[in-house]
């Protein structure tokens, strides 16, 4: 069981170049976020799919496109990376039937953009 | 406004004695609580939770506490371990899609 998978661990990009975070779970689990982590900083929500079919802007989305691909992927698209994206992004998941629920994260990508 | 803080940054306790971490939240509707431990280079993994109806709750060497008058929660970690080095943060949540998160606290275990 491996949990939540995020593909890749690093990435180095170049200003206004694109690229896309993977994220699968193998929990069947109906929720899936994507955050991001930056220094002196609380992880900070870019997207959330509450369900499959659903996506909505969480707390800082500008600059992010997503895709629920199905119930166990959800990826995270930069179009025009920016160096102010420099962070660590986690995806996460949880059962989303009920309230009170923990949240299962993936190891998470490191992303630089020069 | 929401927030969830930690009055310690950085906390150094010697191998073997009790570890005390906390965290002070603001948002009196928020019903779940969550403590996240986070190794260097890794993802935050879940070590203990409790509801808005409990005020401890107990786990392998851990113990969490909810004071919701004072609106504060605390980490207990018993006989602290060098594998307990770790960043730990709280995270609260009001049942919805919504968690707010710590800026967490550097545990350094000392030999």
């Known amino acids: 069981n491996a949990g939540v998978t995020q593909t890749p661990k690093f990435q180095v990009l170049k200003t206004g170049q694109s690229m896309t975070l993977q994220c699968a779970q193998d929990m069947n689990h109906n929720s899936m976020y994507w955050y991001r982590q930056d220094p002196g900083m609380g992880l900070r929500l870019i997207y959330y799919s509450a369900s499959e079919g659903t996506t909505d802007k969480g707390e800082v989305p500008n600059g992010y496109n997503v895709s629920r691909l199905n119930k166990r992927e959800f990826s995270l698209r930069l179009e025009s990376a920016a160096p102010s994206q420099t962070s660590v992004y986690f995806c996460?998941?949880?059962?989303?039937?009920?309230?009170?629920?923990?949240?299962?994260f993936g190891s998470g990508t490191q992303l630089s953009v020069l | 406004g929401e927030s969830v803080g930690l009055h310690l940054p950085t906390l150094s306790v010697q191998e073997g004695d009790n570890s005390i971490i906390n965290c002070a939240y603001s948002n009196s509707a928020s019903d779940y609580f969550i403590w996240y431990k986070q190794e260097s280079g890794k993802g935050p993994q879940f070590i203990i939770d409790i509801r808005s109806n409990m005020d401890k709750r107990q786990g392998q060497r851990v113990t969490v506490l909810l004071n919701k008058t004072v609106k504060h929660l605390s980490l207990q970690i018993a006989a602290t371990q060098p594998g307990d080095s770790a960043v730990y943060f709280c995270?609260?949540?009001?049942?919805?899609?919504?968690?707010?998160f710590g800026t967490g606290t550097r545990l350094k275990v000392l030999a």
């Open positions: 996460a998941s949880r059962e989303g039937g009920t309230s009170n629920e923990k949240l299962f």
């Open positions: 995270a609260e949540n009001m049942g919805t899609y919504k968690y707010i």
